[in-house]
C-alpha cells in the first residue's frame, strides 16, 4: 500500500513529467495544491463536480457516466473535468466509482484558479490532459466504428493487460458496448 507521502513523491514524478520543467520550486508548488484521497474499494467519489484535475495514483478507477464504463484509468492517469474551460459551471453527468483500494491526487476549482496564476505551467498540465483526453475520445469512438465487438475486447486486454482480472466482468463488458454474457462467451473462444 502507498502511504501518502510516498503518493506525493510519486505525484511528483508525474507532474514532473507532464510538465516537462525540472524547476523544483514550480513543482513542489503545484503538488502541494494537490490533495491526496484514499478511497476503499466500491466507493463513490460524489464530489467529482468540485475537482479540477485529478491524478490516479495507482490505477483502478472507473469512470462512468449514465451507468455506462466510460474509461479505465491506470497507474498515472491525469482526468481533466471539463467545467474547467467552460463558460458556465454546469454539473456534469459524470460518478467516478473505485473498484478497488485507490489512492488519488485532487486539485479542486478553487486551489486550480489559485495555482494557475501563480504557476503559469499548470495550464500546460491542463493542456497535455485535454489533448491526452480528445486523442482517448477519439480512438475510443474510432474501435466502435472501426472494430467488431470482439476485436474491441482484444485490444482492450492488450492496453490494459490486468485489468481483465481486477475489475469485475460488467464493467469490462459496458466498457467494450457488450453484454456480460458475450465477453463471457469470448473469453472461453
Not at 513543482?27 to 463536480?49: K, M
Not at 469512470?63 to 454546469?90: K, L, P, W
Not at 500546460?124 to 485535454?130: A, C, G
Request: with cysteine; aromatic share 12%.
Amino acid at each position: 500500500m502507498l502511504h501518502k507521502d510516498m503518493s506525493y513523491k510519486v505525484l511528483y514524478e508525474y507532474l514532473e513529467s507532464k510538465l516537462n520543467t525540472t524547476d523544483t520550486n514550480t513543482l513542489e508548488r503545484v503538488v502541494d495544491a494537490f490533495n491526496i484521497v484514499v478511497y476503499p474499494s466500491d466507493t463513490t467519489i460524489d464530489h467529482i463536480d468540485d475537482v479540477a484535475v485529478l491524478c490516479v495514483i495507482n490505477g483502478g478507477l472507473i469512470c462512468s457516466r449514465n451507468g455506462g464504463v466510460f474509461r479505465f484509468c491506470t497507474e498515472g492517469d491525469f482526468i481533466f473535468n471539463e467545467r474547467c474551460v467552460e463558460a458556465e459551471h454546469s454539473a456534469h453527468d459524470q460518478e467516478i466509482k473505485t473498484n478497488e483500494f485507490t489512492i488519488t491526487a485532487e486539485l479542486n476549482f478553487g486551489m486550480y484558479f489559485v495555482i494557475k496564476n501563480i504557476v503559469p505551467e499548470i495550464d500546460k498540465l491542463v493542456m497535455n490532459i485535454l489533448h491526452e483526453e480528445n486523442k482517448f475520445l477519439r480512438d475510443r469512438v474510432q474501435s466502435f466504428q472501426e472494430l467488431s465487438a470482439k476485436m474491441r475486447m482484444e485490444t482492450f486486454y492488450a492496453q490494459y493487460p490486468d485489468n481483465w482480472k481486477r475489475f469485475k466482468k460488467y464493467y469490462i463488458a459496458s466498457y467494450l458496448g457488450i453484454q456480460k454474457e458475450t465477453l463471457s462467451r469470448f473469453n472461453k473462444s
